[in-house]
C-alpha cells in the first residue's frame, strides 16, 4: 500500500466543502452538479446525498458520508426531553435520499422546491460539511441585507476565539 492510499483518507476526512455554484434547474427540478464541488468530495460520497429543509429559507444538501456523522451524533440525543424528540422530529422532517443520475444532475423533489421558493436559478453554497441550496434571488437578498452588519458579526462570532495557531 502507497503514501497516498493511506494519506488520502485522512485528508478527505479533513477537507471542508466550500464554494459558491450557479446552477440552473430544468422543468423538472434538476440541476447539474458541479464538477468542481464533486472533486472536493469523499470518493465514497460522490453520488449519494441526503436533501433536508435548511435552518432558512434553503434546502440543506448533505454528503450521504456526512449526513451518517451527523446521525450518529444524534443518535445520542436523550428522547426523553421533549424538546430534544421535537428538534429530532422538526430537524429530520422531509428529509430524502437523493442521488446523481447518469448525466450528474440532482433532482429537486417538487414539495420540497414549493418548501423554500426555488425556481429556474439557485445557487449552491458549499461549507463544511454540508452544501445549501437557494433560490438565487432570495439568496442575494439574504447576503446584501446583512453586509452591512458583517464586522459587527464578524466581531460578535469571532472576537472571543483564541487563535491557537502559535
Request: hydrophobic share 40%; net charge negative; aromatic share 12%.
Amino acid at each position: 500500500m502507497g503514501f497516498f492510499s493511506l494519506i488520502l483518507p485522512i485528508i478527505y476526512a479533513m477537507a471542508s466543502l466550500v464554494g459558491e455554484y450557479e446552477v440552473k434547474l430544468d422543468e423538472k427540478g434538476r440541476f447539474l452538479f458541479p464538477s468542481s464541488l464533486r472533486k472536493q468530495l469523499s470518493p465514497d460520497a460522490q453520488e449519494q446525498f441526503m436533501l433536508n429543509k435548511g435552518f432558512e429559507e434553503c434546502l440543506t444538501l448533505y454528503p450521504q458520508n456526512e449526513w451518517d456523522k451527523l446521525s450518529k451524533k444524534l443518535s445520542k440525543m436523550n428522547l426523553f426531553k421533549p424538546k430534544n424528540r421535537m428538534f429530532y422530529r422538526l430537524f429530520h422532517q422531509g428529509a430524502k435520499n437523493v442521488s446523481l443520475d447518469n448525466a450528474g444532475r440532482i433532482l429537486i423533489p417538487t414539495g420540497h422546491m414549493d418548501r423554500v421558493g426555488l425556481k429556474k436559478e439557485a445557487m449552491l453554497i458549499a461549507y463544511n460539511d454540508r452544501i445549501e441550496v437557494w433560490d438565487k434571488n432570495k439568496y442575494f437578498n439574504l447576503i446584501e441585507s446583512n453586509m452591512t452588519n458583517f464586522a459587527d458579526l464578524a466581531e460578535e462570532v469571532m472576537g472571543e476565539m483564541e487563535n491557537n495557531d502559535e
